[in-house]
């Protein structure tokens, strides 16, 4: 979705109060969603058969992913193409100590396991720190390009570097200590962690920082003049960002127990985008409800057709064409024409 | 969906499959392919549970170019031994087909999909080595058997080593060495005393690279390794490789060079004149590329491949595989390589059930190590400390023969390296580099 600078003009009282009426009819309706993603997320493993628990913690996983990104895209108005960098930094920052700490065989404690995990905050926000330190200089198609160059910069690093990352072939054997190799405790496992993170992201998003990082969107000139320092702003948000998703990439490893460099290529970075737009990305739930629908998209449509980029090549046409706000616009426009008309 | 639709389907199917093969149609059928072997099913009620088999090859990105024919032929394999009954003559075979995107991530959530969904017993496949090395982990969890040959990374077999997994093509340290083994002679014979390499930069080029100058080193200390050239995969452009490599003047330059990226190569190298004064053994020149680069194929360079259908004429079930292809794609269809040896990987997993008597997977597995089953190629062991099919590699010179409508390996001068002779010389050495699950 492109997002234009729009000048903010509340020249009038009225005007004022509709926008704000608009800000809390979108809050409004996130907190239900993710109410509901929230309860449907507990009784997702009591499904028949694993395979639905297993693509239920890959949906955890992207959700928490996407829900970084769009704090780059949806709050800050700039489109970045190198999340995935970010996302495989964390992946390949556990999977290096797991690999470590099994030394050659399969067997890991759960603290070397909590260790591992926690290794990827670090890693991820150094990494967007040093990205970000260059890429806050630029916005709008400069910025999208320069995430792109160091995205594919660190993903060539991982995958030219055989002695430290295994290059092309990756690391495999990421093994979680022994209960968390049953996927209904790794789901479990993951929802408390994507759950702590969505609340972080939450209170991010609703804080004056979440409230700056929304004027940084609609006009970057005005913000300055207020005196906020625009490219700290940037710079910070841009570390939370690389942060969170490092923190998915860091529980995708354990989870499919390998990484591979695709982790932090082009098309990885991609799939935040797509999930952004499919949802919504003027709703902080619509990352999480576009990560549901991609990902479902992703797991059984390849059961059926091999036509599966084409399908959801199709679907993001629509989204685009159509509903450029995403799912959740749709749902809310609904919502906001009741309203209104119950309002007349 | 009703039985009768599902038949439709399969006519559908088979009708695509007698067409004039087109990318279109590659795409269709091999959707279809599953369907296709579905059909004994149903003609037969009487029968015992199918045994499911899920075809995990990209049908998508560089991948595709040589999976189609592995698509192809393994329907029509099944069909064969469903013809029988299936396997021990009573589960017939299901395949269900998937694409791995030539991603390692996707490519372990469509093994789960199909061990857990599809309740498939073996996973034939994959293309890519980091695809196939992933969907290791995931069928040694499940205890699912994996039949693998395009996908030839040594370390599927040593380093990631599972009980499950079976390789029926010669590794990327086999061919390297093999590809030794014939520079050697040539080196002898006409004297060559220096030599350039260009790799793809990732694993299978490094791989392929270091082998062949670690044991051309053992082989013939005196010849020089003037220079390392890496191209990044997918390149387009390879001039500048070529033109450091003119400039070096080497005897000869060994490539570690595949799929799309090997056909770029060698049509800007030969438009460069580079063969002209520099000798190239050793380029990686399965079937699929003779077939497609006929008439662009440099003629005189020497190039390896993994089982070459007209180096095998005289063998029983290599004159089958063909027969079955060309009967249903045409005269002028042959298998390549990667189809041969993954419809022996199937007949394989037939042989394998009927020596344990049961399609139970750990009897089959066990009945599998260290057997020795008929091959396209003869007669070949299975080591029982890796899984690895005592395959040979094949090396000749291209050249055009009356027989075919593509260049082919000089029928007299080829060499033909036993797998024995290349692979990692004892089982000490290997089960060394086996420590992960061990």
């Known amino acids: 979705m492109p997002v234009e600078t729009k000048p903010v003009a509340l020249s009038n009282e009225t005007e004022k109060n509709s926008c704000i009426a608009a800000l809390h009819a979108r809050a409004g309706l996130s907190g239900p969603v993710i109410a509901a993603l929230g309860l449907f997320s507990l009784v997702v493993p009591l499904l028949p058969g694993e395979f639905p628990t297993i693509v239920g913690v890959e949906i955890l996983i992207l959700s928490l992913f996407a829900g970084s990104f769009n704090l780059i895209y949806g709050y800050m108005g700039q489109m970045s193409f190198g999340q995935g960098a970010f996302f495989g930094l964390g992946a390949y920052a556990t999977a290096l100590l797991c690999r470590w700490y099994q030394a050659g065989s399969t067997d890991i404690g759960y603290m070397q396991f909590f260790l591992a995990l926690l290794l990827a905050i670090p890693v991820s926000a150094l990494g967007a720190l040093v990205v970000g330190f260059f890429l806050v200089r630029l916005t709008g198609i400069y910025f999208s390009i320069l995430s792109m160059a160091f995205g594919e910069l660190l993903f060539y690093i991982v995958f030219s570097w055989y002695s430290f990352t295994g290059g092309d072939d990756g690391i495999q054997g990421i093994y979680p200590p022994a209960l968390l190799r049953d996927p209904h405790y790794y789901y479990y496992f993951t929802l408390a962690i994507v759950a702590v993170a969505t609340f972080l992201l939450w209170r991010i998003s609703r804080s004056p920082f979440g409230y700056t990082l929304r004027m940084l969107r609609d006009n970057q000139r005005r913000t300055a003049f207020v005196g906020v320092n625009i490219r700290w702003a940037m710079l910070l948000n841009f570390v939370l960002a690389g942060t969170f998703a490092g923190v998915a990439g860091a529980l995708w490893g354990p989870f499919q127990r390998s990484v591979s460099p695709t982790l932090l290529g082009w098309m990885q970075s991609g799939s935040p985008v797509f999930m952004t737009l499919i949802g919504g990305a003027d709703f902080f739930a619509g990352p999480f409800v576009g990560a549901l629908i991609y990902t479902v998209l992703n797991a059984y449509v390849t059961r059926f057709t091999v036509f599966w980029p084409l399908t959801i090549g199709t679907i993001i046409l629509i989204i685009v064409l159509f509903f450029p706000g995403g799912i959740l616009s749709i749902i809310d426009g609904r919502l906001s024409r009741n309203r209104g008309s119950r309002d007349s | ?438």
């Not at chain 2, 599953?34 to 075809?55: C, D, H, N, W």
């Not at chain 2, 005897?251 to 000798?279: P, S």
């Not at chain 2, 010179?397 to 009356?402: G, L, Q």
């Open chain 2, 1 to 438: 969906m009703g039985d009768s639709d599902r038949e439709g389907s399969w006519k559908n199917t088979v009708d695509l499959m007698n067409r004039a093969v087109s990318r279109r149609d590659f795409i269709i059928t091999s959707g279809a392919a599953g369907v296709m072997t579905m059909v004994p099913r149903f003609a037969r009620a009487q029968s015992a549970e199918p045994y499911r088999i899920g075809v995990l090859l990209p049908t998508t990105g560089s991948g595709a170019n040589y999976s189609e024919r592995p698509i192809k032929i393994l329907p029509l394999i099944a069909a064969d031994i469903n013809s029988r009954g299936g396997l021990l003559g009573k589960h017939p075979i299901e395949l269900h087909f998937r694409d791995d995107q030539t991603k390692p991530d996707v490519g372990a959530r469509e093994a789960r999909s199909l061990i857990l969904n599809e309740k498939v017993k073996t996973i034939i496949g994959t293309w890519s080595s980091s695809v196939a090395m992933a969907v290791q982990e995931i069928i040694h969890e499940h205890k699912v058997l994996m039949l693998t040959a395009t996908s030839n990374s040594s370390k599927i077999v040593n380093e990631n080593y599972t009980p499950y997994c079976f390789m029926f093509g010669p590794t990327s340290g086999m061919q390297s060495r093999a590809t030794v083994v014939a520079v050697t002679r040539l080196i002898k014979e006409k004297g060559w005393k220096k030599y350039a390499t260009l790799g793809l930069d990732y694993e299978w080029g490094r791989d392929a690279q270091r082998v062949f100058v670690e044991n051309l080193k053992k082989a013939s200390p005196e010849t020089e390794l003037m220079k390392e050239l890496w191209a990044k995969l997918g390149e387009t452009d390879f001039t500048s490789y070529i033109s450091a490599v003119m400039a070096l003047k080497p005897n000869f330059l060994f490539g570690a060079i595949a799929g799309k990226d090997n056909e770029t190569f060698l049509q800007q190298a030969k438009g460069a004149g580079l063969f002209k004064g520099i000798a190239y053994p050793g380029v990686f020149l399965p079937v699929t590329e003779l077939m497609q680069q006929a008439k662009t194929l440099p003629r005189g360079i020497i190039g390896i491949n993994r089982c070459p259908f007209f180096a095998n004429m005289d063998k029983p079930l290599m004159q089958k595989y063909v027969k079955l292809y060309k009967d249903k794609f045409g005269k002028e269809e042959f298998p390549d390589d990667f189809a041969c040896m993954y419809a022996d990987a199937l007949n394989a997993l037939d042989q394998g059930a009927t020596k344990a008597g049961t399609v139970e997977t750990e009897a089959v597995r066990k009945s599998l190590t260290g057997a020795t089953i008929e091959t396209c190629q003869g007669k070949l062991p299975i080591r029982d400390c890796n899984n690895q099919l005592d395959c040979p590699s094949y090396l000749g010179e291209v050249v055009d023969v009356p027989e075919y409508p593509f260049p082919i390996f000089n029928p007299k001068t080829m060499i033909v390296v036993q797998g024995h002779d290349v692979w990692v010389p004892t089982c000490d050495e290997v089960r060394a580099l086996q420590k992960k699950r061990s």
